[in-house]
C-alpha cells in the first residue's frame, strides 16, 4: 500500500500564507496525478488543485495557491497565499499511483486530512 502524510496546517489570519506537504512512502512504482482536496461539514469535497506536468486550479484559489511537486521525494506542496475566511476546511492530499508489486494496478490514496482555519 501507499501512505500518505500531511503536514503544515494551522490557524492563519486573512491575508496570511501557509504551505501544506504531503509526503507518499510505500513500495510506490510511478506516481502520476497528484492533487489537494478540500471539504468542510456539510459539503462535498472539492478539488483544489491537482499537477501531473502542469497545475490545475479550481476558480476560487487560482492566483492565490500554487502546487507543486518534488518527485525524487514523493512530495507534494500546496502554497497558499493572501488566505480568506472561506478558505477554511480541511485538506485532503490524494495521489493516483502504482506499487512496485502490482505496477499496472492504479489506485488512489489519501492523506489522513490537515485542518486549516483562517481567521478574520
Known amino acids: 500500500q501507499v501512505q500518505l502524510v500531511e503536514s503544515g496546517g494551522g490557524l492563519v489570519q486573512a491575508g496570511g500564507s501557509l504551505r501544506l506537504s504531503c509526503a507518499a512512502s510505500g513500495s510506490i512504482f510511478s506516481i502520476n496525478r497528484m492533487a489537494w482536496y478540500r471539504q468542510t461539514p456539510g459539503k462535498q469535497r472539492e478539488l483544489v488543485a491537482d499537477i501531473t506536468s502542469g497545475g490545475n486550479y479550481a476558480d476560487s484559489v487560482k492566483g492565490r495557491f500554487t502546487i507543486s511537486r518534488d518527485n525524487a521525494k514523493n512530495t507534494v506542496y500546496l502554497q497558499m497565499n493572501s488566505l480568506k475566511p472561506e478558505d477554511t476546511a480541511v485538506y485532503y492530499c490524494?495521489?493516483?499511483?502504482?506499487?512496485?508489486?502490482?505496477?499496472?494496478?492504479?489506485?488512489?490514496?489519501w492523506g489522513q486530512g490537515t485542518q486549516v482555519t483562517v481567521s478574520s
Open positions: 490524494n495521489v493516483y499511483a502504482s506499487t512496485y508489486r502490482y505496477s499496472s494496478r492504479w489506485s488512489d490514496y
